[in-house]
């Protein structure tokens, strides 16, 4: 299984960024999916979850101004990231949990205050 992570980039904070992550090799529809980010010096935290059903989870630090979605015909889930802040700046990394788990290449998301 393979997941290829994209969309990062540099934004100002207030703008918006959407990451999107493509899985291979599996059968995607029964995936968890998620999206963590981690910062030089911290634990890699959670930043939003979507089950295989579509239910959604986000962190509190970012309820509001990002979405989770997925497209299960595309094998893709995505991130809108709206509203961006200097704290969410970071390498965002997708996954997924079944029947084992994997991580993709991370991308890095900069804003700039």
């Known amino acids: 299984v393979q997941l290829q992570a994209s969309g990062g980039g540099l934004v100002q904070a207030g703008g918006s960024l959407r990451l999107s992550c493509v899985v291979s090799?599996?059968?995607?529809?029964?995936?968890?999916m998620a999206w963590y980010r981690q910062v030089p010096g911290k634990q890699r935290e959670l930043v939003a979850v979507?089950?295989?059903?579509?239910?959604?989870r986000c962190a509190d630090s970012v309820r509001g101004r990002f979405t989770i979605s997925r497209d299960n015909a595309k094998n893709t889930i995505n991130l809108q990231m709206n509203t961006l802040k200097a704290e969410d700046t970071g390498v965002y990394y997708c996954?997924?949990?079944?029947?084992?788990?994997?991580w993709g290449q991370g991308t890095q998301v900069t804003v700039s205050s």
């Open positions: 996954y997924r949990n079944w029947r084992g788990t994997n």
């Open positions: 090799g599996d059968i995607f529809s029964f995936n968890v």
């Open positions: 979507i089950t295989g059903g579509g239910s959604t």
